[in-house]
């Protein structure tokens, strides 16, 4: 059964850092693309970075580079999204999702149950 567990969100003040973890597990595809999202109450869920599998290529949306990081730890089938010099418009609620590819816009099928992020000013 194909699953992902996020954790790590929490609240923070402006500046600070979290680290959000995504355990995922039951996939059996050879390629494929875990991302990061995010959503605001009102807007649509928009996409914060991706890495791919296995080549390890990351994308990062304009608002987050130079702040944030993701990687991922194979042996404990993990993606990880450091966030650091967070700003109040970070706040949401952030997903993992697997996808087939970084920069996917169709439907995705795997997700998260998300994981909250407060940033306070």
């Known amino acids: 059964q194909v699953q992902l567990v996020e954790s790590g969100g929490g609240l923070v003040q402006a500046g600070g850092s979290l680290k959000l973890s995504c355990a995922e597990s039951?996939?059996?595809?050879?390629?494929?693309?875990v991302g990061w999202y995010r959503q605001v109450p009102g807007k649509e869920r928009e996409g914060v970075s991706c890495?791919?599998?296995?080549?390890?290529?990351?994308t990062y949306q304009d608002s987050v580079k130079g702040r944030f990081a993701i990687s991922r730890d194979d042996a404990k089938r993990t993606v990880f999204l450091q966030m650091n010099s967070l700003k109040p418009e970070d706040t949401g609620v952030y997903y993992c999702?697997?996808?087939?590819?970084?920069?996917?816009?169709?439907?995705?099928?795997?997700w998260g149950q998300g994981t909250q992020v407060t940033v306070s000013s």
């Open positions: 039951g996939f059996t595809w050879d390629a494929y693309a």
């Open positions: 999702a697997v996808i087939p590819e970084c920069g996917h816009t169709g439907w995705i099928d795997y």
């Open positions: 890495i791919s599998v296995p080549d390890s290529e990351t």
